[in-house]
């Protein structure tokens, strides 16, 4: 295979764009019968490849669901606890513990997952379900929790 000078765009990239229209990711623009690997409209840099027609979201928005209904049940109530004053004996209850566990981690999680989207996606299909599924079981497990042993 022949090497390619550093300042020549990829030969595939130019063929497939010298009989397709094709708008850049980015801004849109039409890249048919480009001679870069860059958009001339916005300047991304530019790849071939193959992807999914549908990606598979399914795991990522069940998983990101079970997040942030934790994160929003536990802020909700935490607020109402701050607001009506809870005594502290609540705080230190197994409700009150499990409501701020439920708080924190909820949130951080959402956060990460929310952030680290494509790498979550790139994780096999299985692996994908099996998370989605436990954070669903730890979402209703600390859910569970606080409801039973919720004495308000």
């Not at 701050?82 to 924190?104: C, T």
Request: charge should be positive; charged fraction near 15%.
């Amino acid at each position: 295979m022949p090497d390619q000078e550093p300042d020549q765009p990829p030969p595939l990239l130019n063929q497939f764009l010298a009989q397709t229209d094709t708008p850049c990711p980015l801004c849109g623009y039409n890249l048919r019968a480009l001679t870069s690997d860059a958009c001339p409209e916005c300047g991304e840099p530019l790849r071939l490849s193959v992807t999914l027609r549908e990606p598979k979201l399914l795991a990522y928005l069940a998983t990101l669901t079970a997040w942030a209904i934790g994160a929003g049940a536990s802020v909700f109530l935490c607020s109402i606890a701050v607001v009506a004053p809870a005594p502290r004996s609540w705080w230190e209850s197994l409700a009150g513990r499990s409501v701020l566990v439920m708080a924190l981690l909820s949130t951080i999680c959402f956060i990460i997952l929310a952030w680290k989207r494509r790498a979550f996606c790139r994780i096999a299909m299985p692996k994908q379900k099996a998370v989605a599924v436990c954070s669903w079981t730890l979402v209703t497990t600390l859910a569970i929790i606080i409801v039973v042993n919720f004495d308000g």
